[in-house]
């Protein structure tokens, strides 16, 4: 149910945007992600501090959008939300706890270098994404630019997401066989 609660905001920026444009598109995702913080709140009784990081900007830079009438301050909050991830998980890392492990690191046990790669591969990830949101953003037409950004990063993020349940896999403690008398 959080899942999808998280995914609305970006479903309705995206139809709105297809029905009507840019600007519509802008102001309902800046309602929308109020909105599903405070269902977030009100289901959950929390809210991560990623989440109210990413509605902050959506409501500066969605903010600026409509305010200068330019779409290019929406374009830039998804390389700045990417580039703070990236930033987060390199502080993390050089205090010597990993995002990565701390948020599973209760549910599952892997050595710290195990740990490291998956943060610093995460590290690389967020940096690419950033890099190339920026490329699509100023290279390409705006219609492809939400494309990418709704159903592209979406993609590259689960796929990253599931070879990094690989590499952990991979790299989980095998239990000792029993012996049987």
């Given at each position: 149910m959080k899942q999808l609660l998280d995914f609305i905001p970006l479903i309705i920026f995206f139809a709105?945007?297809?029905?009507?444009?840019?600007?519509?598109?802008?102001?309902?995702?800046?309602?929308?992600?109020?909105?599903?913080?405070?269902?977030?709140?009100?289901?959950?009784?929390?809210?991560?501090?990623?989440?109210?990081?990413?509605?902050?900007?959506?409501?500066?830079?969605?903010?600026?959008?409509l305010f200068f009438q330019d779409d290019n301050f929406i374009k830039w909050k998804v390389t700045i939300v990417y580039v703070l991830f990236a930033a987060g998980l390199v502080v993390s890392q050089l205090m010597g706890k990993?995002?990565?492990?701390?948020?599973?690191?209760?549910?599952?046990?892997?050595?710290?270098?195990?740990?490291?790669?998956?943060?610093?591969?995460?590290?690389?990830?967020?940096?690419?994404?950033?890099?190339?949101?920026?490329?699509?953003?100023?290279?390409?037409?705006?219609?492809?630019?939400?494309?990418?950004?709704v159903f592209g990063l979406m993609a590259l993020t689960l796929v990253f997401t599931l070879a990094s349940g690989v590499y952990i896999y991979k790299h989980l403690p095998k239990e000792k066989e029993s012996d049987s008398e």
């Open positions: 709105l945007y297809k029905m009507y444009d840019i600007y519509t598109a802008t102001g309902a995702l800046i309602v929308a992600t109020i909105i599903q913080v405070a269902v977030t709140w009100f289901l959950y009784k929390k809210v991560e501090k990623m989440q109210i990081v990413t509605a902050i900007l959506v409501a500066v830079f969605g903010g600026m959008t990993p995002l990565i492990k701390g948020m599973l690191g209760k549910e599952i046990t892997l050595p710290d270098s195990v740990w490291r790669n998956i943060n610093n591969a995460w590290v690389a990830f967020f940096a690419v994404l950033a890099v190339l949101n920026v490329y699509v953003a100023y290279r390409m037409p705006l219609d492809v630019w939400v494309n990418f950004k």
